[in-house]
């Protein structure tokens, strides 16, 4: 079959990876991939919001399936203008990807399933936040409705700040229209965990646990960012945890869907935090995380193919996901200054490095190549440096170790990731 993966980060050169193992896959396009996916899938310069031009190419190259990986395309209605034009899409259709476009809408769906989560109130107006921020206990969380690229949610630790906060989402539009309205949330504390999931609409398959660190500096300070690194499994994911959350949120959150006629197909992935009260949801995504992909599909024994064709055909009840009994920690290279300013177009050396090297793995999240055929940098985040273990503490050492491999000028990167698998 033809596949054609949407999307050119770290996320889409894991899938993309995994994809060129499946014996059904004979060619693989990217649309518009980076300089490591080039390796293993065919680029093609094509935005992931130029829905037309998508679809056009799927249809001309005769492609079996295309996999819509980031969250604006799924939000905008990507799967939807495939399935017009009669092609086979992976992921949710633009009326359950709402599931993530909106914080909201997904905080009513858990209030009113009663699905765990932290309590809260939505304002439109920042006058009404601010009038509500002026009695309500502190710390609180504010969230972007929208999708904010990961970054809309701000931790306030006093009023001040608080106040700050609606400021920042609501007046000075930092994420645009993301912020026109905000999820104001009761600060949980605890463990954070994700876990992703494959949906057919109405079963679901969960995926082994990951751990993301999302602050740019270590000992989790800094802002927040797309996430620096991530650990799977999680040591605090024991199987009292798994259970609750099989029964009282995973399922739950796909019959809900289904209720409010949302069909849900394609990646459900629960934030979790282990709170002293229970698991309770943080969050949902309508994709694979990005970098918590670079650590889970390196575990998966499936053929990514055939479940991603049991999402989309209805049966996947009738296969059993397996991981094998190891882990995997992955550290991302960042360029200095990244969330915020940083240069791009430095050389990266290194690469070669990886090619021979069983169980390492270096993920472009941002790359491409220069007119000398050089890869340079590209982007915030450049490289997700994954490597397996037999332990997540043999893991740790084994990607600390690689991270030293590659080179470019301006590399950045967290010192820390995984730190918590000693505490566990």
Excluded at 78 to 105: C, M, Q, T, Y
Aim: glycine share 10%; hydrophobic share 40%.
């Amino acid at each position: 079959m033809k596949v054609l993966i949407v999307g050119g980060g770290g996320r889409e050169h894991a899938i993309a990876w995994k994809l060129a193992q499946s014996p059904k896959v004979e060619k693989l396009y990217c649309a518009p991939g980076n300089a490591g996916i080039a390796s293993v899938a065919e680029c093609v310069n094509i935005g992931v919001m130029d829905f037309d031009k998508l679809t056009a190419f799927a249809q001309d190259k005769k492609i079996d399936l295309t996999v819509v990986a980031p969250d604006d395309p799924l939000a905008a209605g990507a799967v939807d203008a495939f399935e017009a034009v009669g092609l086979r899409a992976f992921g949710p259709r633009k009326n359950a990807a709402i599931l993530e476009g909106s914080k909201a809408f997904s905080k009513d769906l858990m209030k009113k399933y009663n699905i765990p989560t932290a309590s809260y109130e939505t304002f439109d107006s920042a006058e009404e936040a601010l009038a509500y921020l002026e009695t309500a206990d502190m710390p609180i969380v504010l969230k972007a409705d929208g999708l904010a690229l990961g970054k809309g949610v701000l931790i306030c630790n006093t009023r001040k700040e608080a106040k700050a906060g609606v400021q920042t989402l609501m007046l000075d539009k930092q994420f645009g229209a993301a912020g026109n309205r905000i999820v104001v949330e009761e600060f949980m504390t605890g463990r954070e965990v994700s876990v992703l999931s494959f949906v057919d609409g109405k079963n679901i398959q969960v995926m082994t646990s990951a751990q993301d660190h999302k602050r740019a500096k270590d000992g989790d300070e800094g802002l927040n960012t797309g996430g620096m690194g991530t650990f799977s499994p999680s040591p605090f994911y024991t199987k009292e945890v798994d259970d609750f959350c099989r029964k009282h949120i995973y399922q739950p959150t796909v019959d809900a869907m289904r209720a409010e006629g949302r069909e849900f197909k394609g990646i459900i992935f629960f934030g979790l935090m282990l709170t002293e009260k229970g698991p309770k949801v943080l969050e949902y995504n309508a994709r694979f995380g990005d970098p918590e992909t670079q650590v889970v599909l390196p575990r998966m024994k499936n053929d990514l193919a055939e479940v991603f064709e049991a999402c989309i055909d209805g049966t996947l009840d009738q296969m059993e996901l397996e991981f094998a009994d190891n882990a995997a920690v992955c550290v991302v290279l960042a360029s200095q200054g990244y969330p915020e300013h940083y240069e791009k177009g430095y050389v990266i050396s290194g690469l070669e490095r990886f090619e021979d090297q069983d169980g390492y793995y270096v993920f472009h999240a941002g790359s491409r190549l220069d007119d000398q055929g050089n890869v340079v940098t590209n982007g915030g985040r450049v490289l997700g440096v994954t490597a397996l273990g037999a332990d997540l503490k043999e893991a740790r050492t084994n990607a600390y170790k690689a991270v030293h491999w590659v080179e470019f000028e301006n590399k950045y990167m967290r010192h820390d990731i995984g730190k918590a698998i000693d505490e566990a």
